[in-house]
Each structure stands twice: as structure tokens, then as C-alpha cells.
């Protein structure tokens, strides 16, 4: 956190590790917040549905990039429509990498 710019914007997404009672139990607060003030930085939390309204906006944009190979993205893939329950749990308990997905046939 010694890297954060003047002005800086930080965003905090992708907690769900934290949503089967994770939030129940907070851990410690951050240990940068004097950093946050020095920089006046400004911390924001965001979530998906925010921009569902963009969403035809963002498929403009990144679709041509995936299909050039200049996006590149990373997933968990769990094989075996009876492992849905295990995946679901990887969810809570920060198991996957990337977008989880449960492919159940060919």
C-alpha cells in the first residue's frame, strides 16, 4: 500500500468467500488507513448489477479483444453435474481461481 497514488482510487469487488458468515465475524480493519489519508485516496466498494445497464456497452468492447487475444481471463472448471455441490462450497471458501464453472456433459 506504499504504491498508492495522490488521489488514488481504490475499489474492493469480489468478497463472496465472505458471504457465508464471513461478515458475521469481521477480521481486523485495514492497516493502511493512515496511508489512505495521507494520499487522500478514496476507497469504493462496487458491484456487478451497478453496470448492468452497460452491459451491451462492455460486449462491444472486450468481445473484440478476447477474439484477438488480447483478454485473457482465468477459470476453475469442476467436471460432474454431482460436484455441484463441492463447487458451490469452493465459492465460499475462496477455492476457485477466476470465474468457477461446472461443466456437465460434452
Do not use: W
Amino acid at each position: 500500500f506504499h504504491l498508492i497514488n495522490t488521489r488514488a482510487r481504490v475499489v474492493i469487488c469480489g468478497q463472496i468467500s465472505q458471504y457465508n458468515g464471513g461478515l458475521d465475524e469481521p477480521s481486523l480493519g485495514p492497516r493502511f488507513l493512515h496511508r489512505i489519508l495521507y494520499t487522500r485516496a478514496t476507497i469504493q466498494g462496487i458491484l456487478s448489477r451497478d453496470y448492468a445497464h452497460r452491459m451491451d456497452e462492455m460486449i462491444d468492447v472486450l468481445a473484440p479483444l478476447l477474439s484477438q487475444g488480447q483478454l485473457s481471463y482465468r477459470q476453475t472448471i469442476v467436471e460432474g453435474f454431482e460436484k455441484l455441490p463441492e463447487a458451490l462450497n469452493m465459492l465460499f471458501h475462496g477455492k476457485n481461481v477466476g470465474k468457477l464453472l461446472v461443466k456437465v456433459s460434452e
